[in-house]
C-alpha cells in the first residue's frame, strides 16, 4: 500500500534555493520511492487531486501532519568515524598527529575484540540515526570482524550507509598497525566481498554499500597505496573515502614520504581521485589542487566541529563551490563531538562568517594602502561564493542534495523528487518538542491552557527551518526515515 504524506515540506533545489511547500503531497510506494508530488494542495481539494493521481482513500495510508510539523530530506554525513565514538569529546586540546597518537588510536585499537565492537556499535549506529543521519559514510577500524559487525548492523538498521576497513601499514603504533600489505588488501577485498552479499532492501537495491578506505597517507605505504589504486581501478563503482590537507603538520609529513608537490597530487599518483571519492576536510587545499579535484570530479566533507575541536583550520567551503568541487557536511567522530549534522550547518555558517570576515578586514586594509600577501589568494577570485558567508539555503544543500552529490547518490536521495528514495525526516518545532530555544517564537503560548496553533505559511515554514537548523536537535525528529521505512526518531519504537 502507498503511502501519501500531506503537510509543509522543505524541498533543497541548489546551493542558492530551496523551495518551502505548506500544503505539499507526496506519495511513497511500498518499495519507498517517491511516485509523485502536488505541491499547493488546499486542505479542501485534497480528495479532489488523490482521485486524479488514482489514489482511493481505501488503497492508500495518508499521514497528515501535525502543527507544527513538517518533512525535509534526510541528512546526509559524508564523513565518520564509527569506531571513534566512545572518545568523543575528549582531546581538544591536542591537534591532529598528537590526538591520533594519545587519544584516537588506543581508542580503535579496541576494536580487536569483537565482542567489544558488538557491545559499542549498536548504540552508535542508534544515535547517529536518530540524530537525523539517514546516509552515512562510516569508517570502521582496522579491524575485518570488528568491521564486518559494523556493517551488518548498519544494514539490519535499515540506514543507507558506506562502510569501510581502514588501511593502515606504516606510521602507527605497535598494537594498531597492519602487518604486510597483502593483509591490507586481503581483508579489504573480504570486507567488500561480504558487504556485497548482505541482502538487498524491498526496492531492489543495496542500501549498504563497501568503500576503500585508506586511512590518509601519512598511513599507507607507496605499496599499499599502489595496490588499493589497482583495487579502485579493476572497481569503477567502488567508492573511495580518505582524508586530506586537515592540518599543516600533517600536510608537510605527507610532502616529505611521498616527495609530492601537493596532497591532492599523492592520492592522485595513485589513480585514488575519481568521481566516487570522499577527501575529509581540505582544510589547507591550494587552488591548483581544487581545480584538480574538480577536474576528477572528487568530493570534499567539509566538517568544520572537527575542524574547530582540533584546531585544525577552516575549510574554504565557497571558494571550493566556485572552483566546481562538490562539497558535503560530515561530523567526524571523533575529531569532533557531535554525531548530529545539524552541529556541523551551526559551525560551518560560524566557519562562513569568520572567513567573510576575515576577507573584509584584509580588504579594508589592502584598500588603506597595506599589502598582505596572505590574502591575495583570497582576493584574487572572489567568485560567487569565496569569502561568502553560507545562506541557509547553501548550508540546507551541503547537508542534503551537496552530500548526496558526494557519495554519487544525487539521483536517488537529497531532496524529493519523483522516483527518487523517499528518505526523509518528519521534524516537530512543537514548543514542546526539544530545545528550549525553541519556545521563544511563540509568546501566544500559554503554558496551562495548551498552545495557540499556528497553520503554516511559507514565511513561517522558513522560519521554522532556519530554528530546526540552529536550535534544534534529536528532540525535534520524530521519524527518520529510509526508502520509505521508518528506521528512526523520537516517535520510532520498533
Ligand atoms: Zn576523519
Redesign the pocket.
Known sequence: MSTVYYGPVINPQSVTDYRALPQCLICVSPQGDIEWIAEDVERANLNDVLAQHDCAPSAITLVCLADREFLMPGLVDT???ACQVPNMGVGGEMELLPWLDNYTFPTEARFKDVKYAERAYPDVIRRIVNSGTTTCCY?GSLHLEATKVLASLVHDAGQRAFVGKCNMNQNCPPNYIESSVKESVDTTLDLINYIEQLPKSACGEPLLHPILTPRFAISCTEELLARLGEVAQKNPKLAIQT?IS?NKAEIALVKSLFKTKSYAETYDKFHLLRDNTIL??GVYLTEDEMVLLAKRGSGVSH?PT?NFYLSSGMARVGMLLDHGVKVGL?T?AA?GYSPSILTEIQHASIASKVLAIQAGDKKCKCSGGHSESSGEDDMKQPGQFTNQKLTIAALLFLATLGGAGVCCLQDRIGSFEKKKAFDALLVSVHDDRGNPALWGYNPDRDLTQGVTAQSADKKSLTEWLERFLFCGDDRNIKKVIVQGRTIGGRDYHP
Open positions: 564523513h565518520t568515524h569508517y582524508h586537515e575529509a576536510h566538517c572537527s560530515g567526524d575529531g
